[in-house]
């Protein structure tokens, strides 16, 4: 579900009451709707609701083909646009999600079609889409076959996931440690930057801390950042361009 299966409510108010961490979660709450299923304790009352993430994408010059895109969450929705030249085709697959543990065998989706050159495009890659599109999978590759090998091409990759409760870093008040771990951070060509949108002292605010390849040791690089008046958390954002 898309909701903590526990309201203010509930239980006499016994989260409110009992669970010092309520103070932090409370800026976070969201209202159970009335119509999704859920049991009639939990609806309509105040609970933690799920959160979505964005991942956007436009390769520089000519693009690798295939194109791999891969979370640790979810995808639920997207889009693809662009241009494709005479003759040339984009095609997607999908990796089967591995529910058990992730050693199971790769399972992919046969390779589809999404549009076809010469003309703009724009396609949605939801459950609406041929073969369910993205909906529920943690990777997926696009392809450019097709039109002459070094036509220009053009593309952008708009991917919406959802994440488990809780799960995303957020900030906190005082003092954070915010620690960056990369495989190759050495392949890094430019900063890695990571922005934090939130409200403190009844205003918005920004912080920006960046990663370079030399701040990283054995693959991690650890930054601090200190946060007074801290109200909410709005949103994280990673920017690699």
Not at 38 to 61: F, H
Not at 111 to 136: D, K, M, Q, T, V
Request: proline share 7%; glycine share 10%.
């Amino acid at each position: 579900g898309r909701f903590y299966r526990v309201t203010e409510e509930m239980l006499d108010g016994n989260w409110p009451k009992h669970d010092p961490n309520f103070a932090k979660a409370a800026p976070y709450l969201a209202r159970v709707p009335a119509d999704e299923g859920y049991n009639e304790q939990v609806r309509g009352g105040l609970s933690i609701g799920q959160a979505w993430g964005r991942i956007t994408y436009q390769p520089e010059g000519k693009m690798q083909s295939p194109l791999a895109i891969e979370s640790p969450y979810v995808f639920v929705d997207g889009i693809v646009e662009g241009m494709l030249s005479e003759g040339a085709r984009l095609e997607i697959r999908t990796l089967q999600a591995k529910a058990l543990n992730p050693d199971q065998p790769d399972v992919w989706s046969e390779w589809s079609a999404i549009a076809e050159g010469p003309r703009p495009f724009r396609a949605r890659l939801g459950a609406e889409s041929p073969n369910r599109g993205i909906h529920g999978v943690y990777r997926f590759e696009l392809r450019i076959a097709g039109g002459a090998p070094d036509a220009e091409q053009n593309l952008r990759v708009q991917a919406d996931f959802e994440n488990g409760i809780m799960s995303i870093p957020r900030l906190v008040e005082g003092r954070n440690v915010l620690r960056m771990r990369l495989d190759k951070a050495s392949s890094l060509a430019r900063p890695l930057r990571l922005r934090y949108d939130y409200r403190a002292g009844g205003t918005e605010a920004t912080q920006e801390i960046e990663f370079r390849p030399e701040d990283f040791e054995d693959g991690v690089a650890t930054k601090v950042v200190e946060i007074s008046g801290l109200e909410r958390c709005n949103r994280v954002t990673v920017e690699y361009r």
